[in-house]
């Protein structure tokens, strides 16, 4: 994991997950860690404190600085507000991790950071890391849409707790995470025990880290899509070539149709007149495109990947179909 340099944007990681789930456990690591990285994490709850009580100063305070270089500040306000206050001070941060509400959706803070104006200039949207309780996590989607949510937000998945949880009972929370996201990596973990560059460097908005992930994500049959709290995720896959024309009319027709209920659209395509992988992913209504590695002897395999709410499966598979020559 690298310092970034005083001219580069500072990478910014949200985190989130459902009540219990582990985000203060994993926020103290970073904070306390001795990772030589000066970390803020910026806590965007109301009325919570949610890093343990000897890291705090006092309940009153907005922002404490501590030892190692790190800092912790509560955004009761506008989540930008927080981030420039970061940005404008006296120290340079290397990385801005911001801890969601255990019972909200990621959603707002993702789309604030990718469309603010300094976005890519002063700071950059690493990814979004979701913690889920092994043990309840299944219970936790039956009960509250915001489990789902986040889980479907998500560039990595940590499963929690699974020193508490049987190994049948954490193959069956696997199976409900890969059935809402399929293209997450997830970490099994204890008492969120993680290498702080897996937190801090996800690359979840890097397209090349996009097409390295879906590149070796399937082999053989795509996962099969399942319903859960209306969240589903619908894999395609052909060797046909795509006619960027097309596609592009229709990333644009279903972002616009499903306004709000696209979550994540990650995809690697096959353009016949082209020898480089066209990448794409998008985050609610915005998306992103670029020509990446060669393809070389390797399959010309078209695979992309939606996770929204409501998707009616064979509309997509067809409407994705009419983009193929």
Known sequence: MNRYSSGDPVPV?????????????????LLAGGHGLRVAVIQNEFGEIAVDNDLILGLEEEMITLANGCACCTARGDII???????DGPVRFDRIAIETSGI?????????LATHGDAGERFVLDGVVALADGANIARELEHAPEAADQ????????????????????????RLIRAINPSAPIERTAYARMAPELVLD????????VESLLGGLYNGELPAVRHERGIRSVAIQSGLGVNTARFEEWMEMLLHTHHGDIYRVKGVLNVAEHARRYVVQAVHG??????????????????????????????LRDSFGACLE
């Open 13 to 29: 990681t949200i985190i989130t997950g459902y009540l219990g789930s582990g985000k203060t456990t994993l926020l103290n690591a």
């Open 81 to 87: 507000d927080a981030v420039e206050q970061l940005l």
């Open 104 to 112: 909200a959706t990621p959603g707002p803070v993702v789309m604030t």
């Open 151 to 174: 889980l479907a937000y998500a560039d990595l998945i940590v499963l929690n707790k699974q020193d508490l949880a049987s190994p049948d009972v954490l193959l069956a929370a696997e």
């Open 202 to 209: 996800v690359g979840g908005f890097d397209l090349r880290r």
């Open 286 to 315: 915005l998306w992103s495109h670029q020509f990446g590695s060669m393809w070389g002897f390797s399959a010309r395999n078209s695979r992309i990947v939606v996770i929204g709410r409501e998707l009616d499966e064979r509309s």
